[in-house]
């Protein structure tokens, strides 16, 4: 199965929020992420290490 088989939406998606946030989708050598709203649009790829980075940049920049 590769990653455009298992996309999995945020558990803090919900019917408050219209459902609309990032899916993401996980395979041994990537890490995808695409926006629910327009799933047949970009999707941003990359290495799992570099996609820990970019979490870690989200979640710095959250506090702010």
């Given at each position: 199965?590769?990653?455009?088989?298992?996309?999995?939406?945020?558990?803090?998606?919900?019917?408050?929020?219209?459902?609309?946030?990032?899916?993401?989708?996980?395979s041994t050598t990537h890490v995808a992420?695409?926006?629910?709203?327009?799933?047949?649009?970009?999707?941003?790829?990359?290495?799992?290490?570099?996609?820990?980075?970019?979490?870690?940049?989200?979640?710095?920049?959250?506090?702010?």
């Open positions: 199965m590769s990653y455009m088989d298992n996309w999995h939406k945020s558990s803090y998606s919900g019917p408050g929020d219209g459902n609309e946030c990032v899916e993401i989708a996980t992420v695409r926006d629910s709203k327009a799933p047949a649009r970009a999707t941003l790829t990359f290495p799992p290490e570099a996609f820990g980075h970019f979490l870690e940049g989200v979640k710095s920049d959250a506090g702010r």
